[in-house]
């Protein structure tokens, strides 16, 4: 007992410089170093070769074990303190140190591992759970079947929403590219909900998106925002005002740009489905808009008469 | 690529070793290549702190860029070898990492990582059909 406590006490001394740890890290978020990425080692099963992954925490959480009625199943649970038990043999002192101070959630932490006890054999067997937990003066260590211990929840962030391969909108415009110089030129998206499966933090994370508003920059320095995607408009529809139509005040060629925003929710390892806070931007490849002029003349010339009277050559010609 | 030693396919503490170590140079050479084939082979994909590393990374690589440096390095290793009721084994690892940079498609350096020093951290590793396999990485549970 008091070895342990020289080691505690020497633990914490050092403490103050792991601390200094994670705000190492690097800041401008690549991801590609531990340090960004360090998720907690569990013991857990092996994956299937399927590849499916193992449940969060399965390890010796069956179904039978984690059921809501206190049986007595002939298996208990005592920890036994990494570095008091195993110094000398596998663990030195400074190696110590460093585990006990990694227990840095309160003061005097020591770092603790899962031993089982089977009861149904004669003598009891013993056996390592490789399931370690950190224990502080004053509180009861829950033992590893007794629900999820430090399982944090898996919250899917705006980053994480947005980096996810959402498809853009399709922006369309009546009749195809083409429009005219102050009539209402229809432009409209076509964007769908959208589901995505992936591994995140050892669980496995569903998520929906669907578009909830759009930004179009219409490329002649104005814009507008539309909750709604604009649809096709009946007829030639050259000059169709429609909640999306927009009216160019010039001839020439614009680069539509259009982003869609889109909300989204995600459910973990099947649970319930819950908001994320933000909207993933999406932006659409541009559209390009070629803005035409019309003229109109009433003529009663013959064009056999005078062949460059208006109307009897092509534009190209002139 | 890194050659995998004899020993490293040996069912004992030393070979356990040899395996942790073999495995870190394939996470080296990961981040200079963006190729985890064999990395892969010997890895169980339920491996968080894996898996969050190796998505940056082939993100990375895929818009174009590289990496530079963040070579990792086993300062210790230790285990009593003593399988547990899954009849993996942990061990407790001390692993350095150099800084490293994301160079961005354009040689432009886009970011950059400073070295990592005095961490200890948790190997489990499961001997399967005659040879290891990593099935998770990172600091310990519970701290």
């Known amino acids: 007992m008091t070895a342990f406590k020289v080691l505690a006490g020497v633990g914490f001394a050092a403490l103050g410089f792991l601390l200094a740890h994670p705000a190492s890290a690097s800041a401008d978020g690549s991801g590609v170093t531990f340090d960004e990425n360090e998720v907690g080692a569990r013991n857990i099963s092996r994956s299937e070769a399927d590849g499916t992954m193992p449940r969060r925490g399965s390890s010796g959480t069956s179904a039978e074990q984690s059921a809501a009625l206190p049986v007595d199943d002939g298996i208990d649970y005592y920890y036994e303190r990494v570095c008091t038990s195993r110094t000398g043999e596998s663990l030195d002192p400074a190696r110590c140190v460093l585990l006990n101070a990694q227990c840095d959630a309160k003061p005097d932490g020591v770092f603790v591992e899962w031993i089982q006890v089977d009861r149904r054999t004669d003598p009891p067997r013993e056996t390592r759970t490789g399931r370690n937990a950190c224990i502080y003066p004053g509180e009861a260590p829950e033992p590893p079947t007794a629900g999820e211990p430090a399982a944090e929840p898996v919250v899917i962030t705006i980053a994480e929403f947005q980096s996810q391969p959402i498809a853009p909108s399709v922006v369309f415009s009546q009749p195809r590219n083409f429009g005219l110089k102050n009539a209402h030129s229809n432009v409209y998206a076509e964007a769908q909900e959208q589901e995505f499966t992936f591994a995140f933090r050892n669980a496995e994370v569903r998520l929906r998106a669907w578009p909830v508003s759009y930004r179009w920059d219409y490329g002649d320095g104005t814009s507008a925002t539309t909750t709604v995607p604009g649809s096709s408009a009946e007829g030639d529809a050259f000059n169709t005002e429609t909640p999306t139509s927009h009216q160019y005040l010039d001839t020439g060629d614009y680069n539509v740009t259009l982003t869609t925003f889109f909300a989204g929710d995600y459910s973990v390892d099947g649970g319930p489905f819950q908001p994320i806070a933000g909207q993933a931007e999406v932006p659409s490849a541009p559209h390009l808009m070629s803005i035409w002029r019309t003229e109109a003349h009433s003529v009663a010339d013959d064009c056999l008469e005078n062949p460059s009277g208006i109307g009897c050559t092509t534009p190209l010609d002139r | ?143």
């Not at chain 2, 495995?23 to 990395?39: I, M, P, Q, R």
């Not at chain 2, 350095?96 to 005095?118: C, H, L, N, P, V």
């Not at chain 2, 961490?119 to 001997?127: N, Q, R």
């Open chain 2, 1 to 143: 690529m890194p050659t995998k030693p004899a020993l490293a396919d040996e069912n004992s503490k030393e070979g356990l070793e040899a395996f942790t170590r073999y495995w870190f140079e394939l996470f080296n050479y990961g981040y200079a290549t963006n190729d985890w084939k064999a990395f892969d082979q010997v890895t169980d994909p339920a491996c968080g702190t894996c898996r969050n590393v190796l998505t940056a990374v082939n993100d990375h690589y895929k818009s174009g860029g590289w990496i530079v440096g963040g070579e990792a390095e086993v300062r210790s290793f230790t285990t009593d070898f003593v399988p547990n009721i899954e009849g993996s084994i942990s061990s407790f690892v001390e692993v350095d990492q150099a800084a490293a940079m994301t160079i961005s498609q354009d040689g432009t350096m886009e970011g950059q990582t400073k070295a990592r020093q005095e961490s200890i951290d948790v190997v489990i590793a499961l001997w399967e059909d005659g040879r290891w396999v990593m099935l998770d990485f990172g600091p310990p549970e519970g701290t």
